[in-house]
């Protein structure tokens, strides 16, 4: 059974650059059948799929957020990770790792609330 679970901070202030770490269990990040994504969830703009890392290290953004977004992966510790550049108040979300690529996820973290403010 695979596992996720993000951690990072739950508090990022305006224009600063959010991070986040997304580990796995129960399943290497390196198999290149799977692709690993960052979602987020707000009232506001609903499910948002951010981007995904495939085994072979390719990544894929969503295009809307791509000149902020960046994904990368740490093999020695089956983790792979989010970071969002230059946030705002609009980027406060519960953030989700999960595998799979953008509308074909299976497996699910259970989500990190993270908030833009001052």
């Known amino acids: 059974q695979v596992q996720l679970q993000e951690s990072g901070p739950g508090l990022v202030k305006p224009s600063q650059t959010l991070s986040l770490i997304c580990t796995v269990s129960?399943?290497?990040?390196?198999?290149?059948?799977?692709?690993w994504s960052w979602i987020r969830h707000s009232p506001r703009k609903g499910l948002e799929w951010l981007g995904a890392?495939?085994?072979?290290?390719?990544?894929s953004y969503n295009p809307f957020l791509k000149s902020r977004t960046s994904i990368s992966r740490d093999l020695t510790k089956n983790q792979f990770t989010l970071q969002l550049n230059s946030v705002t108040p609009e980027d406060s979300a519960v953030y989700y790792c999960?595998?799979?690529?953008?509308?074909?996820?299976?497996?699910w973290g259970q989500g990190t609330q993270v908030t833009v403010s001052n």
């Open positions: 999960a595998r799979g690529p953008e509308g074909f996820t299976d497996f």
């Open positions: 129960g399943g290497s990040i390196s198999t290149n059948m799977y692709y």
């Open positions: 890392i495939r085994g072979s290290g390719a990544t």
